[in-house]
């Protein structure tokens, strides 16, 4: 993986004389004001967990009986708002520009007996909060093709990802590097000096000290696309990635796709994710045939530890089985995934579509034998598509967990998310 990063960088290198000469994206600049975006997303989130064998939020303080909560349930509703402004780059050799965002939440429902989701931060007396709000902004130049970012931003990378699957995205603040300057090669570098969560409103609720990352990504032909990154998080763990992802085509309306992701993760300095020490990979095979995709998975844990992450963002974990519920990252875990997506539009209803998934891990090393888990997953979703509510799409998403040993709870996890995304300017 290392001589592959290289290679990349390498070929970047020999190649920038005779890139730089050709047009770039700068050349293409129309202007700081003129090229301007304004976007919002209107999103109302629903979720409810029930746990089924003694988690909860009401503890019995010592009451007689089998578990020790009163009650399993953890119910919350919210409704979200986020504006997203990205300025275009002034003209000339160097463009500067900057991007804004502000955001908040509601609470539509949701008291301290049963909120616990991650929609809303937690008030002193343990009630949710009613309202949040965060703003922020970043600075950004571009010479050519390469863009450089300074402050708060929405990462992607598959070793350092802002999460968004609750009612506001987390946000990083720090400096990346995006570099484009060979047709097909991406490269990034970043460090991240702060992380703040869902709910946490102040500038590093992740408590990250720094995160450094770096990652290539090659497109080598039309259907084959590789990619490497690492990071090195201060005083927690440094984190090694690979990706292959290609696609066979078949037919007409037939396709075959691999996709292979794998994580290698190493504890250093103070350690402070405790002894961090492991291999997870995962490899899907997706058959596409018209309106229909089969998918089979399979993925494997090993080292001394399970996978790790969070710190350096809630949504790195780019692995086949992380699923709405279960990540199937547990020490020595083996975990096999088999899953349907039907798109009606070939049936007449465009936007409409399905999917259900069933994953079973085994093997999990816990403190009394050996755990086990499996999750049932399904998802039907509908994105309308003409009229003034052009893109309002609702969106259905059941788990049912199930778990041996003392690996987990058992868990019914139901969300219906309806969003609203709209383009201003």
Known sequence: MRVMKWSMIALAVSAGTTQFAMASSQDDAKGFIEDSTLTSKTRMLYMNRDYRNGAGNISKNGEAGGHPYKSGYREDWGLSELLNYESGFTQGTIGVGVDAFAMGTVRLDGGAGRQGNGLFATKSDGSPEDTQSK???????????????????FVASPVFSTDDSRLLPEVATGTLITSKEIKGLELTAGRFTGISSQTGMFHDSLHLPSANIAGATYQFTDNFVGGVAASDVDDYFKKQYVNLNYTLPIAESQALNFDF???????????????????????????????????????????????????????????????????????????????????????????????????????????????????????????????????LSFRLRSAIYRTTSNYGVDTNDVRVIVEYPLNIL
């Open 135 to 153: 703003i922020g902004g970043a600075v950004k130049f571009r010479l050519s093709d390469t863009v450089l970012k300074y402050g708060n931003q």
């Open 261 to 391: 992701n794998g994580y290698r993760t190493s504890s250093q300095g103070k350690e402070l994710a405790g002894d961090v020490d492991n291999k997870i990979w995962s490899l899907a095979a997706a058959y596409s045939l018209g309106a229909h995709k089969f998918t089979l998975a399979h993925q494997r844990s090993t080292g001394d530890s399970g996978y790790y992450y969070g710190v350096d963002g809630g949504g790195t974990i780019f692995l086949a089985n992380s699923v709405q519920y279960s990540d199937f990252n547990g020490k020595d875990e083996r975990s096999w995934q088999a899953r349907y997506d039907l798109n009606m539009a070939s049936y007449g209803v465009p936007g409409l579509s399905f999917m259900t998934r069933y994953v079973t891990g085994d093997n999990i090393s816990t403190t009394d034998g050996e755990g086990k888990e499996h999750e049932f997953n399904f998802e039907s979703k509908y994105v309308m598509q003409e009229g003034p509510a052009k893109d």
